[in-house]
T-cell receptor
Framework: DAGVTQSPTHLIKTRGQQVTLRCSPK?????VSWYQQALGQGPQFIFQ???????QRGNFPDRFSGHQFPNYSSELNVNALLLGDSALYLC???????????FGSGTRLTVV | KQEVTQIPAALSVPEGENLVLNCSFT??????LQWFRQDPGKGLTSLLL?????REQTSGRLNASLDKSSGRSTLYIAASQPGDSATYLC???????????FGKGTRLSVIA
């Protein structure tokens, strides 16, 4: 049973560029949440997708956007990258009627 | 707004020692609490999920307790091993797909 899969594992972008990160949820899960984790900090909630709609959003600017596809996979897009966007981006999947989250291995984004 | 504090921030112990990690949260109206392990630069691995109706959960050498009324949870690790070295994060959860709130975690080093 595959867990949560994220791609790519690492990438380096230049300030002002745009980036897309991808996530495939655990089999049987229908909800995808994205978190940003800066070095030495706990993960911070960005937003959550369910039934192809953004259901909840944390305190992140509109430069952060996302999408969920009919197969429940999801993308996180960040526009106009800033140096401060450098972080580990984590995807977590869950099932709306069950408790507990499963996290992926993350994507390390470095903005130079 | 839920806030999570984990004490201590860092802990170094000799192999074989039993240890306790502490987690406190400000909003006791939770449905569950999840403990995670994170290796450097990696994603989160779920260790234990305690439902609000439970007081304890055990998995191997790990035992987690939950006291909702006081806003506290503890993770007990018995007979620690060097492979237990990681950052441990707790996250209280509300119903269904409410986003998780994390503290900064406890960084554990077990010395052989």
């Amino acid at each position: 049973d595959a867990g949560v899969t994220q791609s790519p594992t690492h990438l380096i972008k230049t300030r002002g560029q745009q980036v897309t990160l991808r996530c495939s949820p655990k089999s049987g899960h229908d909800t995808v949440s994205w978190y940003q984790q800066a070095l030495g900090q706990g993960p911070q909630f960005i937003f959550q997708y369910y039934e192809e709609e953004e259901r909840q959003r944390g305190n992140f600017p509109d430069r952060f956007s996302g999408h969920q596809f009919p197969n429940y996979s999801s993308e996180l897009n960040v526009n106009a990258l800033l140096l401060g966007d450098s972080a580990l981006y984590l995807c977590a999947s869950s099932q709306v009627t069950l408790y507990g989250y499963t996290f992926g291995s993350g994507t390390r984004l470095t903005v130079v | 707004k839920q806030e999570v504090t984990q004490i201590p921030a860092a802990l170094s112990v000799p192999e074989g020692e039993n240890l306790v990690l502490n987690c406190s949260f400000t909003d006791s109206a939770i449905y569950n609490l999840q403990w995670f392990r994170q290796d450097p630069g990696k994603g989160l691995t779920s260790l234990l999920l305690i439902q609000s109706s439970q007081r304890e959960q055990t998995s191997g050498r790990l035992n987690a307790s939950l006291d909702k009324s006081s806003g506290r949870s503890t993770l007990y690790i018995a007979a620690s091993q060097p492979g237990d070295s990681a950052t441990y994060l707790c996250a209280p959860g509300d119903s269904g797909n409410t986003p998780l709130v994390f503290g900064k975690g406890t960084r554990l080093s077990v010395i052989a």
